[in-house]
Each structure stands twice: as C-alpha cells, then as structure tokens.
C-alpha cells in the first residue's frame, strides 16, 4: 500500500483513474485520425485508379462507392437512433421538472408567505409597542430632566437669599 503525502487530500487511487481516463481518450484520438488517414488514402487512391484506367478499375471503384453508401446509410440510421433517444430522454427531464422541481419551487413560496407573515406579525406585536413604550420612556426622562434643570435654576436664587445664622458671624 502507498502512503500519501501529509498535504494530499485525493486518495492514492485517484491518479490511476485520472490516467486510465487520458489513456482512453488517446486511444479514441489514435483510431479517429487512423480512420480518417485510411478514408483519405482509399479515396486518392480511387481516384488515381479512375483517372489511369477507368475500364479496369470502374467495377471495383462501384464495390467501394455501394460499400460507402451503405456505411452512411447505417450511421444515419444511428444518428436517427440517437436523436430518438435524446427526445425521450428530454421529455423524461421534463416530466421530472414538472413532477418534482415545481413542488419544491411551491414550497419555497408558500416558505417565502409564511415567513412574511411572521415578520409582519413580530412588527405589529413586539416591536411596535416596545418602540412606543421607549419613546414614551425617552420623552418622560426628557421631560423630568427639563423639570429638574428649571428646579436647578431656581433653587440656588432661594438658597442665597437666605440670611446667615447668628452661630456663623459671630465666630468670624
């Protein structure tokens, strides 16, 4: 078993998939241009044959023409087949949507209301009245503090009116 390195976090494993899968794609790169270089080749060859000797080489040329034919006429018959299948699978996806996607979109708005609702709720409930009962609180501290500066303003005009007691002038 190979250990990993302290700072990996990918299993051992991973870079073997990672590399099976460039293999495969290398593989499907090395047949695709060996195909095209044979279609290549078959075609100037065929025709090299047509423009040296026609008569000779005019019923091979008709073997490979009608073997052509019916290759294209398979892979349209396979890209037929697939379109096929891609419409079914798109229609599937599309009763899933319907079926399973659009529940969830409905449950978020009916979540999307009710939460509305109770931030609505909560406003009209307790917040309102603990703002007007701070307010209320906050103009009555206002207004006591008011009462108390013009009590302030008038009570030392009182105090110094007032007349010395007879202990305190004759000490000094």
Known sequence: MTESEPGDSQPASAPSRASSGSNIGRLIKFIAIVGLLLIVLLMAGALLAALTAAETWAPVIQIFRDVF??????????????????????????????????????????????????????????????????????????????????????????????TPEPDETSQA
């Open 69 to 162: 034919l019916l290759i294209l006429l398979l892979e349209s018959l396979l890209i037929i087949a697939a379109v096929t299948v891609l419409l079914l699978q798109m229609a599937g996806f599309l009763i899933m949507l319907r079926s399973e996607v659009k529940p969830i979109l409905d449950n978020a708005r009916e979540t999307t209301r009710l939460s509305k609702a109770t931030a609505q709720f909560i406003n009209s409930n307790a917040v309102d009245p603990l703002i007007q009962v701070k307010s209320f609180l906050a103009g009555l501290l206002a207004f006591l503090r008011e009462l108390i500066l013009l009590r302030g303003l008038v009570l030392p005009e009182d105090a110094n009116t007032k």
